[in-house]
C-alpha cells in the first residue's frame, strides 16, 4: 500500500513554469514505477510522463516532451514534474500514481493521489 500527495499546482501564465511534487508514504517506494497523469474537464485520465525504479527510464508523453521532466528522489520518497514553456492546452487536474506491475503507460497503476490543479492562462 502506498499513499500519495500531490503538491506545486495553481495559476501561471503561458510560457511559465510549475514543478509538481508527490510525496510517497511507504517504506518500499523504489519497487514502484511512478507517474504522473493528467485529465482535462469530461475527458478521460490521459499520461504525461513516467519513471523507472531507479530513475534510469523515462517516458513522456509526444505532446509534453521537450518542456516536461519527471525525476524522484528515492531517498525522500518524492518524484517531481517540472513543467517548463506551460500552454493553455495543459491546463488539467495532475494525478500521481504508482505501480508495481512493471514498467509502461499502459499498465495498471493501482494507486493515485487526489490530484493537482494546474491553470494556465494565455
Known amino acids: 500500500q502506498v499513499q500519495l500527495v500531490e503538491s506545486g499546482g495553481g495559476l501561471v501564465q503561458a510560457g511559465g513554469s510549475l514543478r509538481l511534487a508527490c510525496a510517497a508514504s511507504?517504506?518500499?517506494?523504489?519497487?514502484?514505477?511512478m507517474g504522473w497523469f493528467r485529465q482535462f474537464p469530461g475527458k478521460e485520465r490521459e499520461f504525461v510522463a513516467i519513471i523507472s525504479w531507479s530513475g534510469s527510464s523515462l517516458s513522456y508523453a509526444d505532446s509534453v516532451k521537450g518542456r516536461f521532466t519527471i525525476s524522484r528522489d528515492n531517498a525522500k520518497n518524492m518524484v517531481y514534474l517540472q513543467m517548463n514553456d506551460l500552454k493553455p492546452e495543459d491546463t488539467a487536474v495532475y494525478y500521481c500514481?504508482?505501480?508495481?506491475?512493471?514498467w509502461g503507460s499502459g499498465v495498471r497503476y493501482d494507486y493515485w493521489g487526489q490530484g493537482t490543479q494546474v491553470t494556465v492562462s494565455s
Open positions: 500514481a504508482a505501480t508495481e506491475r512493471g
Open positions: 511507504t517504506g518500499t517506494f523504489r519497487s514502484y514505477v
